[in-house]
């Protein structure tokens, strides 16, 4: 609660740090971008000859209306789009960033964003940003990418291996930055097209600190009525998208219980107040939680995995530590779990006379379960279908796994979906956190396209 700020004054701050920053300066690195740009120019010069040869009128691109997908995809496709999607996703490979500490990945997306005319807000949960792109008016969309690495070691040797010791990309967040990026570019080409306003955010702290959170209380998700995010799956042929209505990830949450007693001699029981009975006997009541509280066809776990108290062969201990995990798929059973863990760890140790605080580390890791709004998964599928082809999409089952994202889907209606990158020859084959995980590039630029797209239907849909 600490990190909460009141509404009336995210308004304020948000307003205060909001700034059309017009593109002035680019950085060294990215130069070929103002190239970029201008190849964009030529191209959509390019477009409108050859809608005037084609002789249909009323739209502002060769396509039409009807031709978002040619457009979206041929815009994504380009050469240069494709190795810009490369070059930006491997520069922040090899930095990767921890959660809240993404300062360079963030400067790296400001520049990019300044490079293309997009405004933005700056910051934003620390050292997030949220960029707008289209008419500034209702309705609005938003689209969202995480931007943190995790401590792991990359076992993975290649070019662009992390230059950092203990830290890697390895859940792939340095893709859905970049394909963030080129849906904005996307997007920003084609902003004539937009019946609203998305919203692009960029995201500090999934893999710790809760950043979705965090961003919702600085005022992220003001006004906007739907928030779509992929997130790169080693499960899926590359590219292919995958999705389900209703719950997809887990919630996930941990607990920790100090259990007091009272020291005393061993030999002399009644002279103390033992938390190790205590504590013992919350573990085997928690265990009824589960296998008697819950509905059979409603997955749940809670597991205990730590129990410590005491040292000494002669000596009842002043108190003892157990601690574990729980999760559910279900919002409610989530939440249940988290009430009833609490309730029977501290009553079940009153029991025994012991007096018990528990712990639930809401404010760093406490995940509810990502629940995909039924008609925003529709539009995902729909969306995906269409761009890509029925053969490119795939229904998938609900995984044990855990994200953030289940902030924002908690507030309004939201998609959660994956994209693969699975690629034998290249061998991305690897599950995320794994030192070896690794991508297949080629999905850069139809994840910006998808992320595009699902937007920009979005608005035309609901606009
Ligand atoms: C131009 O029109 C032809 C025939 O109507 C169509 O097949 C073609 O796809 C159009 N080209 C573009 C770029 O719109
Ligand atoms: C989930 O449950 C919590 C606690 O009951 C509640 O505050 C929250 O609004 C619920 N979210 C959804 C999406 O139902
Ligand atoms: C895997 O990657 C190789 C090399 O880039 C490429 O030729 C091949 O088409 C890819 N396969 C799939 C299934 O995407
Ligand atoms: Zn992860
Ligand atoms: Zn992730």
Same mark, same amino acid.
Request: glycine content about 8%; proline content about 5%; aromatic content about 8%.
């Given at each position: ?36 740009? %201008?190849?964009?120019? #030529? ?9 005037? *040869? ?8 060769? +396509? ?19 190795? +810009?999607?490369?070059?930006? *996703? ?55 990418? #995480?931007? #943190? ?8 040797? +290649? ?32 902003? !004539? ?71 005393? !001699? ?18 085997? %009541? ?63 140790? %009153? ?5 018990? %605080? ?106």
């Amino acid at each position: 609660m600490a990190l909460m700020v009141p509404a009336l004054m995210q308004l304020v701050l948000l307003f205060l740090v909001s700034s059309g920053r017009r593109a002035s300066s680019a950085s060294s690195f990215f130069d070929e971008d103002i190239l970029l740009g %201008s190849a964009f120019r #030529d191209a959509s010069g390019l477009i409108s000859q050859r809608r005037e *040869r084609n002789g249909s009128s009323g739209s502002k691109s060769s +396509w039409g209306e009807g031709g978002w997908k040619e457009e979206i995809l041929w815009l994504a496709r380009r050469p240069e789009t494709v190795e +810009w999607l490369k070059r930006l *996703r491997r520069r922040i490979h090899e930095n990767p960033e921890l959660a809240y500490e993404e300062v360079e990945t963030g400067k790296l997306i400001r520049e990019q964003l300044d490079g293309m005319g997009v405004e933005y807000c700056f910051p934003v949960a620390l050292t997030g940003l949220v960029a707008t792109i289209g008419t500034g008016g209702p309705p609005f969309v938003a689209i969202r990418a #995480d931007m #943190d690495a995790l401590p792991i070691q990359e076992a993975v040797e +290649w070019k662009h291996k992390s230059k950092v010791p203990g830290k890697m990309h390895a859940c792939g967040h340095d893709a859905h930055v970049a394909m963030l990026l080129g849906a904005a570019k996307i997007l920003k080409i084609r902003e !004539h097209h937009l019946k609203g306003t998305v919203k692009l955010l960029f995201q500090p702290a999934e893999e710790a600190g809760i950043g979705a959170k965090r961003m919702i209380e600085d005022g992220a998700l003001m006004d906007v009525e739907a928030i779509f995010a992929v997130h790169v799956s080693h499960e899926h042929p590359t590219s292919v998208i995958g999705s389900r209505a209703g719950p997809l990830l887990a919630g996930c949450g941990f607990f920790k219980a100090v259990i007091r007693g009272r020291e005393g !001699h061993a030999g002399n029981p009644h002279h103390s107040v033992d938390p190790i009975l205590a504590a013992s006997a919350a573990v085997i %009541s928690l265990q009824n939680i589960v296998s008697r509280e819950a509905n059979p066809l409603d997955s749940q776990v809670v597991s205990v995995a730590s129990f410590n108290g005491g040292d000494d062969l002669d000596l009842i201990p002043d108190s003892v530590i157990i601690a574990g995990t729980f999760r559910a798929f279900s919002n409610a059973s989530f939440y249940q779990l988290r009430q009833r863990i609490e309730e029977v760890i501290i009553q079940q140790s %009153s029991v025994y006379r012991c007096t018990t %605080s528990v712990d639930f580390f809401e404010q760093e890791r406490f995940y509810p379960p990502t629940v995909n709004d039924e008609f925003m998964n529709e539009h995902v599928k729909k969306v995906a279908i269409d761009l890509l082809g029925p053969e490119n999409y795939k229904i998938v089952p609900p995984m044990m796994g855990a994200e953030d994202f289940s902030f924002y889907s908690e507030v309004i209606p939201a998609a959660f979906f994956y994209i693969g990158i699975r690629n034998e020859t290249l061998g991305s084959t690897y599950t995320g956190h794994s030192p070896y995980f690794m991508i297949d590039e080629d999905v850069l630029p139809i994840g910006a396209a998808v992320h595009a797209a699902v937007a920009e239907r979005y608005l035309i849909e609901h606009g």
